[in-house]
């Protein structure tokens, strides 16, 4: 008899990082098969056999190559390749994950098509619409049929837009089940031949900088702004930013010097990153997947942003929402470097079992 079958649906590297744990829960339970679905929404030469080997699962089992373009027409292709996909074998469910464009499409094909979409980190609200993640978030949420929710806001949130509570579940973090399981690998790892490893024997005392929302790194008025926190952070520390080549090109025709002790490298593969920022003093970051990671393995966070639509690294973790104002996005700096950042705990559920939770959760309700 052929057990159920779940496509994974991913579209971006930090994807990856979020379906790689349910990969290896779906292996370990056996109830459930599983297709890993690769929209090709970011081309991304990193994501190789060995970033899929980092990750402890197997290249993707169908390529879509959709691509880049705008919104509307990454969205575009992305239904009409997957429609194309679910037309030759029906899923018994369409599992999608965060806030993507593929997140978006595919959700909209299967639910159309008569699929259940089970959506994985539903429920998070920035309340800001201008960024495209929190609509895509949005209407993700609007037609799911299953909500695996990563914090207590989440289920807030759902229950406000009138949501069956019986649906929506509170298992924890895919993501933070991913870094717990690659720091761990770290440990017995050889990172000698990784570029950071020599910059960490180099400087043992530095900051983290990933920035690369348009707010911060599009315009040089917003540039400056940026410069002048950086400048002034490596007055205290050496600081490392691993830098998107767009941003790196709008530096450079903004005639913005950093200075001498920010290094700027390009970015880097998952483990690479990793092995950098778990040990840094300060991570500076406008990432809503770092606000999460660093509080899962305790390291002191400055968010640049004036809204998070993860709350509880602020309430109960070690992430700082700083605004954007370079004053007081300084002040909290210098606050963690002098040591007086915030303690911060793990989230009860953060555990590194979300993976397992879900598939619990599901494989009943598909009739496996």
């Given at each position: 008899m052929n057990k159920p079958l779940i496509h994974l649906v991913a579209g971006a590297r930090p994807n990856f990082m979020k379906i790689a744990p349910l990969v290896r829960a779906l292996q370990s339970d056996g109830r459930l098969d599983f297709m890993i679905v690769h929209t090709g929404q970011h081309f991304d030469r990193e994501m190789n056999e060995v970033f899929f080997d980092e990750l402890?699962?197997?290249?993707?089992?169908?390529?879509?190559?959709c691509g880049g373009g705008s919104h509307a027409e990454q969205t575009g292709k992305i239904m009409l390749a997957y429609e194309q996909l679910v037309s030759e074998r029906k899923p018994a469910c369409c599992l999608v994950v965060g806030d993507v464009n593929s997140t978006l499409a595919c959700s909209?094909?299967?639910?159309?098509?008569?699929?259940?979409?089970?959506?994985?980190?539903?429920?998070?609200?920035?309340?800001?619409?201008?960024?495209?993640?929190?609509?895509?978030?949005?209407?993700?949420?609007?037609?799911?049929?299953?909500?695996?929710?990563?914090?207590?806001?989440?289920?807030?949130h759902l229950r406000r837009e009138g949501k069956a509570m019986d649906a929506v579940f509170d298992v924890g973090h895919v993501m933070v089940d991913n870094v717990l399981y690659q720091a761990e690998k770290l440990?017995?790892?050889?990172?000698?031949?990784?570029?950071?490893?020599?910059?960490?024997?180099?400087?043992?005392?530095?900051?983290?900088?990933?920035?690369?929302?348009?707010?911060?790194?599009?315009?040089?008025?917003?540039?400056q702004r940026v410069a002048g926190v950086l400048r002034r952070v490596a007055e205290q520390v050496t600081v490392v930013f691993p830098v998107h080549p767009r941003t790196r090109k709008n530096l450079e025709s903004s005639g913005i010097d950093l200075g001498p002790n920010v290094i700027l490298l390009g970015p880097q593969p998952y483990m690479a990153f990793l092995h950098l920022w778990k040990d840094a003093a300060l991570v500076l970051t406008d990432s809503g997947g770092l606000q999460e990671e660093t509080t899962a393995l305790g390291v002191p966070c400055v968010t640049m942003r004036d809204n998070t639509e993860r709350p509880i690294t602020v309430d109960e973790g070690t992430n700082i929402l700083a605004g954007t104002d370079p004053a007081t996005v300084l002040a909290a700096c210098l606050q963690v470097l002098a040591?007086?950042?915030?303690?911060?705990?793990?989230?009860?559920?953060?555990?590194?079992?979300?993976?397992?939770?879900?598939?619990?959760?599901?494989?009943?309700?598909?009739?496996?």
């Open positions: 402890g699962i197997p290249q993707p089992d169908v390529r879509l190559g909209i094909v299967a639910k159309k098509a008569g699929i259940p979409v089970a959506h994985v980190e539903a429920g998070l609200r920035s309340g800001d619409m201008a960024m495209p993640e929190e609509i895509n978030r949005l209407v993700t949420d609007a037609i799911s049929d299953w909500f695996f929710v990563t914090e207590p806001s989440g289920l807030e440990k017995s790892s050889d990172t000698s031949a990784l570029e950071t490893d020599a910059i960490k024997k180099a400087h043992p005392r530095y900051a983290v900088v990933t920035l690369h929302r348009p707010s911060n790194v599009d315009g040089v008025e917003n540039l040591g007086q950042g915030k303690a911060g705990r793990r989230p009860a559920l953060w555990d590194g079992k979300a993976a397992e939770r879900i598939v619990d959760i599901l494989a009943p309700r598909l009739g496996a």
